[in-house]
């Protein structure tokens, strides 16, 4: 079965900096656009940065970009969320998501596979 696993959350001080990870297996990752997501309290799930299936193609929210990047290294089914600069409004549960289209979509309807999702923390 298909099983993505984050991991890398925590807690850090505003400024900091968080690499999250995101483990893929039971699917042909390559052929699969990835994407990260987050969640914070009492909120909906807010769309964070996605990437396609080859790496070559990346669309990023207009709150994190210049700050986060993603990137992906098909070799190891493995998917990264290198968070910089963060801020207390980047606290949020993680998750990261698989979708089977080739484009790069922020609805997480468009999403078949979730995570368990990773907190990140992030204190003033």
């Known amino acids: 079965q298909v099983q993505l696993v984050e991991s890398g959350g925590g807690l850090v001080q505003a400024g900091d900096s968080l690499r999250l990870s995101c483990a893929a297996s039971g699917l042909p990752f390559s052929r699969y656009a990835m994407g990260w997501f987050r969640q914070a309290p009492e909120k909906e799930r807010e769309f964070v940065v996605a990437i396609s299936g080859n790496g070559t193609s990346t669309y990023y929210a207009d709150s994190v970009k210049g700050r986060f990047t993603i990137i992906r290294d098909n070799a190891k089914n493995m998917v990264y969320l290198q968070m910089n600069s963060l801020k207390p409004e980047d606290t949020a549960v993680y998750y990261c998501?698989?979708?089977?289209?080739?484009?790069?979509?922020?609805?997480?309807?468009?999403?078949?596979?979730w995570g368990q999702g990773a907190q990140v923390t992030v204190s003033s």
């Open positions: 998501a698989a979708n089977p289209d080739y484009g790069l979509y922020s609805a997480p309807r468009q999403y078949n596979y």
